[in-house]
C-alpha cells in the first residue's frame, strides 16, 4: 500500500536563482550605460523606464483578476481541489503534486490560490505551453511517475485543464515506489 499523500517528498529548488539573473542583467547594462553617449543614455533610459512601467500595469492587473478568483472561492483549499477527483481512480500523490507546483507557479501573484480541477491551464491560470512542459515534469518527479511514451497516453495532446494535467500523469506508469524520510 502507498502511504499518504501528505508524506510526498517536498519540491526540490532548482534553476537560476532570479537575484543572480537581475544582477547579471543590470550589470551589463550598467556598462552598456557608461559605454554610452549621452542621447544613447536619455534613449535607453527612457525606454527602460517604459518598459518598467507596462510591466507593473500588467501584474497589478493580473493580480487584481486573481483576486476577484480568490474572493469567489473564499473557502477553497487542497481538499476541495482532492474531492474533485476520484481518489479510487487517481493517485493521491499526482493530486498533492499537482495543487502544490501549480501554488508555486502562481505564488508570485497570489500566496495560496484556491486552485481548481475545472480551471483552464492557459485562460484562466495564464500558464504558457512550456510552464505546463516544467509542471510535467515536476509533479511527475514528485508524484512517482515516469514520462516515457507520453504519445502512448490517452490524455497526450489534450491538457486544457488543471483535471487533464493530474489525469496526464496519473495515466503515466509508476516508478519504483518511493519511501518519504521519516
Known sequence: MRSPSRLIPPRSE??????????VLLAGFGYFVYASSN?????TAALIFAFCVCVAVINKQEKRRLEGICSTRAEESICTFARSFSTRD???????AAH???????????SAFPVRASDSLLDDLH???DDIE??????????????DET?????????????DLVLFVNAQPRL???RPSA
Open 100 to 110: 502544490q507546483e501549480i501554488q508555486q507557479l502562481m505564488k508570485s501573484y497570489m
Open 134 to 147: 516544467d509542471l510535467l515534469v515536476d509533479i511527475a518527479a514528485r508524484s512517482g511517475h515516469a514520462l
Open 39 to 43: 542621447t544613447a543614455r536619455y534613449v
Open 14 to 23: 532548482k534553476g537560476i536563482s532570479w537575484v543572480w539573473l537581475l544582477g
Open 176 to 178: 519504483v515506489t518511493i
Open 90 to 96: 487517481v493517485d493521491t500523490w499526482v493530486i498533492r
Open 151 to 163: 504519445e502512448k497516453n490517452p490524455f497526450y495532446g489534450k491538457i486544457n485543464t488543471v483535471r
Open 127 to 129: 500558464i504558457d505551453s
